[in-house]
């Protein structure tokens, strides 16, 4: 807490803590701030290697005249803001509590922005995200999958043990699963909290297949000392070929293991009951259903998952964002744009820039070209009649058409497709006024 | 230089600058030991955190019992060893040159073995490669690529006036890209060393597309007082269509502009001429063509580039791998394992790890599943029965028939196809002696 604040010696409470939380995660922030320029940072000025990363965005270079090189990625500051306040108001409006998966992004900067904004935690896929969300100060922590390693069991425990303030959920899918968690676990002060995972159908994913399996598991853990039942939660983006009415059927399977759950009992040691669902594809049809569940005995955190909304993308979200379905609750903005320059232009039909799979996303769409920086002037315009058909390592291969106005030289601004693979070949992206001037970095940690 | 070293001050000329080349590299690489171990790094033990790498290291851990937790990247370290002698041997047997591809790894610890193993320096791909490399204090390096971005080649040009023994070869494949090389490198001290890049057919990558589209590039080399050329180069890596015969043709093409250039006096104002090819899955036939290069008016540098040999693979260049034309020169060794753990068996038929698009290459190939450590005895089996089908960001999922013997909690280690795409999702690899002790570790800079 601030040393200068006396109004808040007289706190107490959850808002207490929720003020030594902030203060001790903005600690946490300064820290990267402090980081060193330097070579480990793709694209970022040869000319500001020493400086810190704080003294480089206060300086706003402009991205494409101020000593950047490429390729490099950038992120729309204003498309970021938005995107993070409108899921804020769709889960608030939606009666909803939001968790968004940090997998997509790993970027304490942004969960730092998504916590703010109201965001219960943060949704983790595996230990070493869970290590980095501790490391950055993270208090509550939804992870979306099994967690049998005895290590990573260990340290978790420890890790609740040091720190009271820690809220951490798992989910469990088997008996097994739950055996090995109550091996590792023997001896630990607090209890782990679980939620059984309701697969999202046949040959989908993890998860139980089964209401019976469910409930074999919801006993193998009302067996342990060693963890907590505090719900069901489930992954509908991998409901086979998914269709609004499909997608809602496996939620009402969700909803409906929930409630009889609460029936028999199981809940009986939580003051909460935890239901969750809802990646970045499904989260209008998520908000339907939740929205239908009846009271349980205990007060019900319905709680979204959704990442990729934070940078959005060109391509698989823009596709699959259920605001195509609801236009009316409004619209994401794809944030990402990355640039690379044309070093080859061997024929009037190919052009090559350097940016290729070490630095796009590659595994659902191919990056789109969409303007063209001239290099003479520094005027930008449409990339008509650019395209872009394969990447190598370190190269995108470009045809051009008749209408193509390309040169060497001249920087290709493209979009993405898929955030999740976008963010991980970054490990600090610059961030872009609308006049180009660099007035942040996100850090990533993958 | 070492300060209590009297023999080396009467030592003068190359030799001299080696030893304190190498006594440079080794203190940029005793940095790299003394990091230290926390969330930055995936797999790690958490119980290791705030140690350094080299105290890590020293404690030699079990890859298995020591704390790792899952996913983690593995190297074999006999097969590292291996394949850096092989390739060594190979490139002396066959009178070349070699400047590994540091791509693949980014990895200042294997350029410093492949330069100990006599590399004449190390090839890059983009600008932020060469900012890498010259953090780690490489002296040689050959850029494979066009580079026209006058940010970079400014910082080139200062990197060349500090260091008299820094040298550096980049592509040229257009009079376009020679005029913004020379507008950015105006007043500078060194000329900048250039070859023509000769593409390796019509509608293959970079490079210029006819001899007399490289002797006009040629041409305007020669205008300028920025650039030099010094030799011919290409990629027969995308020969279209690559059999050995048309492989062979086009090397026989970049030979012959190699003569012809020579005849013209194009080389007058280098002391050394350089003919440069060879990825991983041709440099026999590179070898072989070579071979055949006449005398020319200046001792010849001919430079071999293979990079993915280092860690070879189990997909794509284990089909594609030179060895198997050549048995009798050796074989390539396997050296990466990716080892993830069985977090799910929701069926008969399936199973889930928590390794997926983040941690394997998944470009070419899916991971091959090799091998399954047991939970319960740490017995290893073949992973019989068991096949790796499709990958989410942070889950493989795999398929099983009813001889698979899998069960949650498992470890399966895993192959993979592509060195480059394997490498640069973990920027700490554990590398591991036959009985799963883990001696040292592998940073690299993507």
Known sequence: MPADSTADSTVEGPDRLDRSDRSDRLDRLDRLDRETVDHRFKGLPPDAEGLTVGELAAQRRNLFTGGFTTPVLALAAASLEHNLALLETYAERHGLAFAPHGKTSMSPQLFARQLERGAWGITAAVPHQLRVYRAHGIRSVFLANELVDPVALRWLAAELERDPDFRFVCYVDSVRGVELMDEALRGTARPVDVVVELGAGEDARTGARSEADCTAVAEAVAATTTLRLVGVAGYEGEVPDATPERVRDWLHRLVSLAVSFDKDGRFADTDEIVVSAGGSAWFDTVAEVFAELPALSRPVLKLLRSGAYVSHDDGQYRRLTPFNRVPEEGALEPAFRLWAQVVSRPTGHQAFVNAGKRDAAHDLHLPEAQVVRDARDGSVRPAAGI??????????????????????????????????????????????????SVTDFIRTFF
Chains 1, 2 share one sequence.
């Open 387 to 436: 395209a872009v058909t394969r990447l190598s390592d370190q190269h995108a291969w470009l045809t051009t058409d008749a209408q193509a106005d390309l040169e060497v030289g001249d920087w290709v601004g493209m979009g993405l497709s898929h955030p999740c693979t976008s963010f991980d070949k970054w490990q600090l992206i610059p961030v872009v006024e609308p006049d180009g």
